[in-house]
């Protein structure tokens, strides 16, 4: 059932391959076109992301603001409750973090379908009029549809004077709820690091001390995984020269390749 599902995904991710080739970069292309001079087998199967199936969750809904009695609700958060959800930040201009995170996402979902994998969003819309999902939903979204990871995508809001940069979060080691996920979940944020250096985006130069990676046991989303998950904030909107990169298509499209990379490497493909 699986296996056959996972062929015509394959199938289908052919075509999207050859619609999608102009606009993907030459490392990205060139796995495919290996795999195109194999006459014995199916094109697709050579496509290096071929049933592997990746979840991926876009930050804060942006209509949150507008529920505050519903994102406020407290939920399991991993040994004790938080907020359902909440808004999010914003650069100094207004342009949301929900926003940024679903066009990244997007993005990323883009890229990986091209190279063949199954991509399934915790919310799949951005809307002002809708909210949530929940922080726990979020955590358990990658086990629930049989993902092989997970990757949550934000960006940060400090007011610090000069804050600016990437940092991967990975989950602390804490039975019964993430000692499970802890090394492979370091494995992914190293792995998503290594993503985001190759593509030259800045390490965060506020916290984590330059290494660009911290550990937290207080996210929900990271607290509730059964598959090996990392949280990236992928900039920090207040500041203007990150707020100038994730507000342009061609700083969104660097991100998305950056995210891409870096599960490319977790995996090994
Ligand atoms: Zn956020």
Redesign the pocket.
């Known amino acids: 059932m699986i296996r056959a599902r996972g062929l015509a995904v394959a199938f289908a991710a052919a075509g999207l391959l050859v619609a999608l080739a102009p606009s993907l970069a030459a490392s990205e292309r060139q796995p495919a076109a290996a795999g195109a001079r194999d006459e014995a087998a199916p094109r697709a199967a050579a496509l290096p992301l071929t049933g592997i199936r990746i979840a991926l969750d876009p ?2 809904q942006l209509g949150n603001h507008n529920f505050p009695t519903e994102i406020n609700r407290p939920v399991p958060a991993g040994g004790f409750t938080k907020p359902c959800n909440t808004t ?2 914003a650069t100094s201009s207004g342009y949301p ?1 929900s926003t940024f995170a679903f066009a990244v996402a997007t993005g990323v979902k883009r890229r990986l379908e091209a190279l063949g994998a199954t991509v399934r969003m915790t919310r799949t819309s951005n809307s002002e009029r809708l909210w949530g999902p929940c922080v726990n939903k979020r955590g358990a979204f990658g086990g629930s549809v049989g993902a092989v990871l997970e990757v949550s995508l ?2 940060d809001g400090s007011t610090r004077a000069g804050a600016r940069g990437f940092h991967v979060i990975a989950p602390v080691s804490r039975a019964p709820w993430t000692d499970d996920i802890a090394v492979r979940s370091l494995r992914l944020a190293k792995a998503l690091r290594y993503g985001l250096d190759q593509r030259n985006v800045p390490r965060s130069t506020y916290l984590a001390g330059g290494t660009g990676l911290v550990k937290r046991s207080d996210l929900g989303t990271l607290n509730l995984s059964d598959v090996p998950i990392a949280m990236i904030e992928l900039g920090n909107m207040r500041n203007h020269q990150d707020a100038a990169l994730m507000k342009s298509s061609d700083g969104r499209a660097v991100y998305a390749s950056a995210v891409v990379l870096g599960i490319r490497t977790y995996l090994h493909r």
Do not use: R, V
């Open positions: 930050g804060h999010g930040t973090e934000h960006g």
